[in-house]
């Protein structure tokens, strides 16, 4: 009996073609469909008039340095809330797991937390925090809507990656609990110094895929009249008529969002090579 041929099997785990016709093919086809899709928008009647109002050269040119300067508002809000959640949500995750009746309060408050802020729209708790702790006038709260669109910001992804961080830390096995507690480790000390480290470094893909809808978020902040690329946008739309800006402030989110899901998969796939090769071994 002949020995089975690796190649063959190969050839028809991958349609029967070798890599280089297989992207080749790819190529090809996604070039067809999105070429057909075009001639479908350009042909349309109504395109001419689609043309000028959202793909108005002039009007990109015009605004583009206006949008490009107040996304610059996005990236610091961006920058500001992920340092901030990422220290947040550990804690409410590390007191959700808090074991033991006596922190009962603690893994309750922990849970309404989350419970609260995953079921409330976001844009109603910038609205609320917005408008109303300003209105309050108590003496050094801040009235800047930026600093409130960032708090609401922080406490709804909080909600989010604290369940992130939950589902890493249970992820571990207990024998690494039970290991650190033999060597003389408090709970505390292995929480930190081993259950932790293995569990952030299994949970950083989700959590990329969270801080990419954070950075699309930002962008709700303008509700409160921060002038950001949204706002900026919303200001020359309407001066001119015309929503080109609305495009230029579109692109400014995907150049940012695109790299970042690019690494996510990335991130996603390595860790996948090092688990099979974990089980091989």
Not at 86 to 111: D, S, Y
Not at 122 to 145: K, Q, S
Not at 190 to 196: E, S
Not at 245 to 269: C, G, H, K, Q, S
Request: charge should be positive.
């Amino acid at each position: 009996m002949a020995a089975p041929d690796p190649g063959r099997r190969s050839r028809i785990l991958q349609g029967g073609f070798g890599p280089l016709t297989n992207m080749s093919i790819a190529l090809v086809s996604t070039f067809v469909f999105l070429l057909v899709v075009v001639l479908l928008i350009v042909n349309a009647p109504g395109w001419e008039t689609v043309k000028q109002s959202f793909f108005n050269v002039g009007e990109g040119r015009d605004t583009f340095p206006l949008v490009a300067r107040a996304f610059l508002l996005n990236v610091k809000m961006f920058l500001i809330a992920e340092a901030l959640i990422l220290v947040f949500a550990l804690v409410i995750a590390v007191m959700r797991g808090l074991p033991g009746p006596v922190f009962f309060p603690l893994r309750a408050l922990a849970i309404a937390y989350t419970d609260f802020f995953r079921g409330v729209p976001t844009i109603l708790v910038i609205y609320v925090l917005g408008f109303g702790a300003p209105g309050l006038n108590l003496t050094g709260v801040p009235t800047n809507p930026v600093v409130w669109g960032v708090v609401g910001l922080v406490l709804v992804y909080s909600a989010y990656v604290s369940e992130v961080y939950r589902a890493g830390i249970e992820s571990i096995h207990p024998s690494q609990e039970a290991a650190a507690r033999s060597l003389g480790l408090s709970r505390a000390q292995a929480l930190r110094f081993v259950i932790l480290p293995q569990a952030v470094r299994r949970v950083i893909p989700p959590l990329l895929n969270d801080f990419i809808g954070l950075q699309k978020d930002t962008a709700l902040v303008s509700v409160l009249g921060s002038v950001d690329a949204l706002q900026q946008a919303n200001i020359n739309s309407a001066a001119d008529f015309n929503y080109t800006p609305y495009l230029i402030a579109a692109f400014f989110f995907v150049i940012i969002t695109i790299p970042l899901a690019r690494f996510t998969d990335w991130l996603i796939a390595r860790e996948r090579r090092r688990r099979q090769a974990g089980g091989v071994a």
